[in-house]
């Protein structure tokens, strides 16, 4: 019988229904365009916009699934880590969902879900657990930058994470230094296609350090005085490219050594990444080919399951109940700041 999941932790209103590892229907509303006039995500209309979605979402999935209501066997949605305001809404609606239906609720980790979602291949999306595997997993977004070990199903320890800024973070902040619209991560990847990764040297921070940690915010400083000290790049646009270009090498450089090392320190023979950074091309070359010299088997979330979306909450619910989790309880409340357990 079938899940439905919910995922409303950010700027995307996301419903999905699952039916044994298959994604039967994952329907995503994205808010950015709605956040951009504002240079970045405002938490109290990213709230008002998951009230106007959700229930014609969570229809739209229910119905391009060809489920009712009624034959769902059980609901999950994002309880933390994210906007308050925002996981209410989808957490509060699912909960009411399944108790009202008299069927299990699984309240999870945002975090936890994107472990799983690079397994999720082809159209429609089929997640195979057989071939599952120990692995490292990348986690980046536009809020968080994490290093994962996954020893087995439903069994992690997290490695590291970014002391400050996350890589997206990096991308959006550099992207508005030099004037582009948020989120300035898919321009960036555009502009630097025809520019220099070399042309200039900015820091891989912390690259060498012996943890699994990371930090951003030096580079980001660095690309501002660098701007401040050449103000007429800004008008010269193969220059402008060559910035892109550069300083997209410098954060790639960096998650791509921390991974391949974490991998090969811990003996995994699998490295995986999600997280909307993951649909940067120069990052998705650079670990494919890292991942082949170290002859570690590289699974990428596929470009619509980088960002955030219901169909990876389903999938790791799926494999909760049937690792017999216990439900969460009925009066469960959000975790905003739920670290990764
Ligand atoms: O996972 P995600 O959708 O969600 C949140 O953080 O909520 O990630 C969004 C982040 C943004 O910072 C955006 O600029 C970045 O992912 N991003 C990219 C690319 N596509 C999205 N960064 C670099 N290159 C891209 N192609
Ligand atoms: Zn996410």
């Given at each position: 019988?079938?899940?439905?999941?919910?995922?409303?932790?950010?700027?995307?209103?996301?419903?999905?229904?699952?039916?044994?590892?298959?994604?039967?229907?994952?329907?995503?509303?994205?808010?950015?365009?709605?956040?951009?006039?504002?240079?970045?995500?405002?938490p109290e209309l990213a709230a008002r916009e998951h009230l106007r979605n959700l229930m014609p979402v969570t229809r739209t999935a229910l119905r391009e699934a060809s489920v009712e209501a009624g034959q769902l066997d059980a609901v999950a949605a994002t309880?933390?880590?994210?906007?308050?305001?925002?996981?209410?809404?989808?957490?509060?609606?699912?909960?009411?969902?399944?108790?009202?239906?008299?069927?299990?609720?699984?309240?999870?980790?945002?975090?936890?879900?994107?472990?799983?979602?690079?397994?999720?291949?082809?159209?429609?999306?089929?997640?195979?657990?057989?071939?599952?595997?120990?692995?490292?997993?990348?986690?980046?977004?536009?809020?968080?930058?994490?290093?994962?070990?996954?020893?087995?199903?439903?069994?992690?320890?997290?490695?590291?994470?970014?002391?400050?800024?996350?890589?997206?973070?990096?991308?959006?902040?550099?992207?508005?230094?030099?004037?582009?619209?948020?989120?300035?991560?898919?321009?960036?990847?555009?502009?630097?296609?025809?520019?220099?990764?070399?042309?200039?040297?900015?820091?891989?921070?912390?690259?060498?350090?012996?943890?699994?940690?990371?930090?951003?915010?030096?580079?980001?400083?660095?690309?501002?005085?660098?701007?401040?000290?050449?103000?007429?790049?800004?008008?010269?646009?193969?220059?402008?490219?060559?910035?892109?270009?550069?300083?997209?090498?410098?954060?790639?450089?960096?998650?791509?050594?921390?991974?391949?090392?974490?991998?090969?320190?811990?003996?995994?023979?699998?490295?995986?990444?999600?997280?909307?950074?993951?649909?940067?091309?120069?990052?998705?070359?650079?670990?494919?080919?890292?991942?082949?010299?170290?002859?570690?088997?590289?699974?990428?979330?596929?470009?619509?399951?980088?960002?955030?979306?219901a169909a990876m909450i389903g999938i790791l619910a799926e494999r909760k109940l049937r690792h017999q989790t216990e439900p969460t309880p009925r009066d469960a409340d959000i975790l905003p700041n739920w670290a990764l357990p």
């Amino acid at each position: 019988m079938p899940l439905l999941a919910v995922e409303t932790s950010c700027d995307e209103t996301s419903a999905a229904v699952i039916h044994e590892g298959r994604v039967l229907s994952n329907v995503v509303a994205s808010q950015i365009s709605l956040h951009a006039e504002y240079g970045g995500v405002v938490p109290e209309l990213a709230a008002r916009e998951h009230l106007r979605n959700l229930m014609p979402v969570t229809r739209t999935a229910l119905r391009e699934a060809s489920v009712e209501a009624g034959q769902l066997d059980a609901v999950a949605a994002t309880r933390g880590p994210g906007l308050p305001n925002a996981l209410l809404i989808g957490f509060k609606a699912a909960q009411a969902t399944a108790f009202v239906l008299g069927r299990p609720f699984l309240g999870l980790h945002h975090h936890e879900a994107h472990l799983y979602s690079p397994w999720l291949r082809g159209q429609p999306p089929v997640a195979d657990f057989s071939k599952f595997q120990p692995n490292v997993s990348l986690i980046v977004s536009g809020g968080h930058t994490l290093l994962v070990h996954v020893r087995a199903e439903l069994n992690h320890h997290l490695l590291g994470s970014t002391v400050d800024d996350a890589a997206g973070e990096c991308f959006d902040k550099t992207g508005k230094m030099i004037g582009l619209p948020y989120p300035a991560g898919p321009e960036i990847d555009r502009l630097a296609e025809g520019g220099n990764p070399k042309a200039y040297d900015f820091p891989r921070p912390m690259i060498d350090d012996p943890n699994d940690d990371f930090s951003f915010s030096g580079l980001k400083t660095s690309v501002r005085y660098f701007l401040r000290d050449h103000p007429e790049l800004l008008n010269d646009t193969q220059r402008l490219r060559d910035l892109c270009a550069s300083v997209q090498a410098a954060i790639v450089d960096v998650l791509v050594t921390k991974t391949i090392r974490a991998a090969k320190r811990l003996r995994v023979g699998c490295v995986t990444a999600s997280g909307g950074v993951t649909c940067n091309r120069a990052l998705r070359q650079r670990l494919t080919a890292a991942c082949a010299r170290e002859r570690l088997l590289l699974l990428l979330a596929e470009k619509p399951l980088c960002t955030d979306n219901a169909a990876m909450i389903g999938i790791l619910a799926e494999r909760k109940l049937r690792h017999q989790t216990e439900p969460t309880p009925r009066d469960a409340d959000i975790l905003p700041n739920w670290a990764l357990p």
